[in-house]
């Protein structure tokens, strides 16, 4: 059995086992004591614990990983100079999907009207919600840019880490042989790092059973009832922007068939579901984005870390309905001028935001102060924001390489008989027995 199978058995398996542990609780069926076992030592604990091991063994390596490959990249990259055209195109991409993404979600909301007759308890969830204070959009745009490189790395700040490391990489290119031994320094240290993350992907499975074994045990299927109209026109953008929107632009801007990068790409998505975080699915994309998709690792490098950070289509869509929902709760009108603001708002904020699981409800409330809705809105949508978050983690990714292989394709660094190899192998994460899925 593949990696990726054992991963979706994983996915099932812990579904099934939530929802039973949460019909369990919801009915009483064997009484106060057996649901107190099953929460206290099951739920929050023995799920829990595991679950958030493996989020923070994953994290573990991501900052390692960002920074290793990313220099290693800019690297190979400056020699050409390359890395400015490259940058332009990468982020242009981003923010252009991310623009669509938010408009397209604003459009269904306006036409299926979700906030329209959402019932008291809704009312009574949003009143006891505490919203945290959000940063000004101009504190999160100068934030990008770091004054300490080992702060962003202890804290974790994907744009600063990559900030830095793309000049260290562009430094290291202008030195000659000095800068030579270095980059190949960093060559060697990023296959020990990839071995690294090869190691903890055995353990994918157990990992993604923990965690949706507790959030549908904390979540059931009661809660999509009561919100079940905003939940589905969420789902319904995502999905309309996964397979419609990136079908499009990577058939219009590269001529590749969108069909082959969904395929190859279904085991990360699946994993990318489990995990909740584009950032902790980082070691995941790049190998697939260049086993899979033949992308050159150069570019690779340089797309995916950045797109886990700034790439938050999955995201900007949760906001456009999350915002319409909320403005038709409480009977607010926003008017034009405030959707557009949402769309600035939004494509803005993305680019400043983690890659990590929640992180939506944060730039949700930095949208909803732009144009005078009140915060306790959020407490409304936030039941269903956890499964919601799962499914625009998938579509994140998917965007990131879709981004990848248009950016390859212009760059002449995407290898077209791997895209296209029908009978591909598994995609090793190093060179050795760990893989990242089977055909």
């Given at each position: 059995m593949g990696l990726t199978t054992k991963i979706l058995v994983g996915m099932l398996?812990?579904?099934?086992?939530?929802?039973?542990?949460?019909?369990?609780?919801?009915?009483?069926?064997?009484?106060?004591?057996?649901?107190?076992?099953?929460?206290?030592?099951?739920?929050e604990g023995l799920f829990d614990i595991i679950g958030r091991i493996f989020i923070a063994s994953l994290k573990l390596m991501v900052v390692p990983l960002v920074l290793v490959s990313l220099i290693s990249g800019a690297c190979a990259?400056?020699?050409?100079?390359?890395?400015?055209?490259?940058a332009g195109k990468t982020i242009l991409l981003y923010m252009v999907t991310t623009a669509i993404a938010i408009t397209l979600a604003l459009c269904l909301a306006l036409i299926f009207q979700p906030g329209v007759g959402v019932n008291e308890a809704a009312a009574a969830a949003a009143s006891a919600f505490e919203p945290k204070e959000s940063p000004p959009l101009s504190e999160v745009l100068v934030n990008i840019f770091p004054t300490n490189p080992v702060a962003a790395m202890v804290e974790g700040n994907m744009l600063q880490i990559i900030v830095f490391a793309l000049l260290m990489g562009y430094a290291i290119s202008r030195c000659g042989e000095p800068g030579q031994r270095i980059a190949?320094?960093?060559?060697?240290?990023?296959?020990?790092?990839?071995?690294?993350?090869?190691?903890?992907?055995?353990?994918?499975?157990?990992?993604?059973?923990?965690?949706?074994?507790?959030?549908?045990?904390?979540?059931?299927?009661?809660?999509?009832?009561?919100?079940?109209?905003?939940f589905l026109v969420v789902l319904c953008a995502l999905l309309l922007h996964a397979l419609g929107t990136y079908s499009v632009i990577l058939k219009l801007l590269s001529g590749l068939n969108p069909l082959e990068l969904l395929k190859k790409m279904r085991p990360t998505m699946i994993f990318a579901f489990s995990t909740a975080s584009s950032a902790a699915t980082i070691p995941v994309t790049l190998a697939t984005v260049e086993k899979r998709l033949g992308v050159d690792n150069k570019i690779a490098a340089f797309t995916v870390p950045l797109g886990a950070t700034i790439n938050m289509d999955g995201t900007a869509i949760m906001q456009g309905v999350a915002t319409v929902f909320i403005a038709q709760f409480f009977g607010i009108e926003i008017g034009l001028t405030g959707f557009l603001t949402v769309i600035l708002t939004a494509t803005l904020a993305s680019i400043g935001t983690a890659g990590v699981p929640g992180v939506g409800l944060i730039m949700l409330g930095m949208v909803l102060q732009q144009v005078g809705l009140p915060l306790e809105g959020i407490g409304i949508v936030i039941g269903v924001d956890r499964l919601l978050d799962m499914v625009r983690t998938a579509v994140n990714i998917t965007g990131d390489a879709v981004v990848s292989s248009v950016v390859a394709k212009s760059e002449g660094a995407l290898d077209e008989e791997t895209y296209y190899d029908a009978n591909y192998k598994s995609v090793s994460i190093n060179d050795n027995t760990n893989t990242v899925g089977a055909h």
């Amino acid at each position: 059995m593949g990696l990726t199978t054992k991963i979706l058995v994983g996915m099932l398996a812990g579904i099934a086992v939530g929802c039973l542990f949460n019909f369990l609780n919801m009915s009483q069926l064997f009484g106060a004591g057996v649901n107190n076992f099953i929460n206290l030592y099951l739920t929050e604990g023995l799920f829990d614990i595991i679950g958030r091991i493996f989020i923070a063994s994953l994290k573990l390596m991501v900052v390692p990983l960002v920074l290793v490959s990313l220099i290693s990249g800019a690297c190979a990259l400056s020699e050409g100079s390359r890395i400015g055209p490259l940058a332009g195109k990468t982020i242009l991409l981003y923010m252009v999907t991310t623009a669509i993404a938010i408009t397209l979600a604003l459009c269904l909301a306006l036409i299926f009207q979700p906030g329209v007759g959402v019932n008291e308890a809704a009312a009574a969830a949003a009143s006891a919600f505490e919203p945290k204070e959000s940063p000004p959009l101009s504190e999160v745009l100068v934030n990008i840019f770091p004054t300490n490189p080992v702060a962003a790395m202890v804290e974790g700040n994907m744009l600063q880490i990559i900030v830095f490391a793309l000049l260290m990489g562009y430094a290291i290119s202008r030195c000659g042989e000095p800068g030579q031994r270095i980059a190949a320094f960093f060559n060697d240290l990023n296959t020990v790092v990839l071995r690294m993350v090869g190691v903890l992907m055995v353990f994918a499975p157990y990992g993604v059973f923990a965690l949706l074994a507790k959030t549908f045990a904390d979540l059931g299927l009661a809660g999509l009832v009561q919100l079940g109209k905003y939940f589905l026109v969420v789902l319904c953008a995502l999905l309309l922007h996964a397979l419609g929107t990136y079908s499009v632009i990577l058939k219009l801007l590269s001529g590749l068939n969108p069909l082959e990068l969904l395929k190859k790409m279904r085991p990360t998505m699946i994993f990318a579901f489990s995990t909740a975080s584009s950032a902790a699915t980082i070691p995941v994309t790049l190998a697939t984005v260049e086993k899979r998709l033949g992308v050159d690792n150069k570019i690779a490098a340089f797309t995916v870390p950045l797109g886990a950070t700034i790439n938050m289509d999955g995201t900007a869509i949760m906001q456009g309905v999350a915002t319409v929902f909320i403005a038709q709760f409480f009977g607010i009108e926003i008017g034009l001028t405030g959707f557009l603001t949402v769309i600035l708002t939004a494509t803005l904020a993305s680019i400043g935001t983690a890659g990590v699981p929640g992180v939506g409800l944060i730039m949700l409330g930095m949208v909803l102060q732009q144009v005078g809705l009140p915060l306790e809105g959020i407490g409304i949508v936030i039941g269903v924001d956890r499964l919601l978050d799962m499914v625009r983690t998938a579509v994140n990714i998917t965007g990131d390489a879709v981004v990848s292989s248009v950016v390859a394709k212009s760059e002449g660094a995407l290898d077209e008989e791997t895209y296209y190899d029908a009978n591909y192998k598994s995609v090793s994460i190093n060179d050795n027995t760990n893989t990242v899925g089977a055909h």
